[in-house]
T-cell receptor, first 116, second 112 residues
Framework: NAGVTQTPKFQVLKTGQSMTLQCAQDMNHEYMSWYRQDPGMGLRLIHYSVGAGITDQGEVPNGYNVSRSTTEDFPLRLLSAAPSQTSVYFC???????????????FGSGTQLSVL | SQQGEEDPQALSIQEGENATMNCSYKTSINNLQWYRQNSGRGLVHLILIRSNEREKHSGRLRVTLDTSKKSSSLLITASRAADTASYFCATDRDGGAQKLVFGQGTRLTINP
């Protein structure tokens, strides 16, 4: 199994450009999420999904859109990139987010994004 | 706001010594998880401890949870150079693991 696959690994954008960060998992996980990691701030949740067709906002959703048309894929869209969105982005998935089940997260290797 | 806060922010020890990291949180939880992140890589799950558990072991890892003090500790025994990494605690809140909240992490360096 490949696990959680993120593409691209690196990306440089100009302010105002849009792009999509791809995330795919092959573990048939219900739950998928996007985090951003900034120095000294740990990981912050952007958006998450508990199943195909269901998405919700996390702690820092502004400037980002998501969709979940299939169980496997959970792309993150930057609508109009800003320098404040320079960060490392991680996609993660788990079998189920329900307490008492298998809630551990599997992470992708990350996308390092720079917005100039 | 940060739910989990790790302490210390950085820790440097000699190979073979034990490493202890602490995590404090503010609200009630169902479980607490610890993750490891090697430089430039994604996070890897280490261990999950539920709110009704006080201690859990996995290999050289020992995790404790004190819900009355809202704190947890991660002990790595007989440290190795390969344990050099950042360690994060993550807590669920708002009733579910949909919104895991990560602390800022402890950067652990094992010196040979």
């Amino acid at each position: 199994n490949a696990g959680v696959t993120q593409t691209p690994k690196f990306q440089v954008l100009k302010t105002g450009q849009s792009m999509t960060l791809q995330c795919a998992q092959d573990m048939n996980h219900e739950y998928m999420s996007w985090y951003r990691q900034d120095p000294g701030m740990g990981l912050r949740l952007i958006h998450y999904s508990v199943g195909a067709g269901i998405t919700d906002q996390g702690e820092v959703p502004n400037g980002y859109n998501v969709s979940r048309s299939t169980t496997e894929d959970f792309p993150l869209r930057l609508l109009s990139a800003a320098p404040s969105q320079t960060s490392v982005y991680f996609c993660a998935s788990s079998y189920s987010p329900v307490a008492g089940t298998n809630e551990k997260l599997f992470f992708g290797s990350g996308t390092q994004l720079s917005v100039l | 706001s940060q739910q989990g806060e790790e302490d210390p922010q950085a820790l440097s020890i000699q190979e073979g010594e034990n490493a202890t990291m602490n995590c404090s949180y503010k609200t009630s939880i169902n479980n607490l998880q610890w993750y490891r992140q090697n430089s430039g890589r994604g996070l890897v799950h280490l261990i999950l401890i539920r709110s009704n558990e006080r201690e859990k072991h996995s290999g050289r890892l020992r995790v404790t949870l004190d819900t009355s003090k809202k704190s947890s500790s991660l002990l790595i025994t007989a440290s190795r150079a390969a344990d050099t990494a950042s360690y994060f605690c993550a807590t669920d809140r708002d009733g579910g693991a949909q919104k895991l909240v990560f602390g800022q992490g402890t950067r652990l360096t094992i010196n040979p």
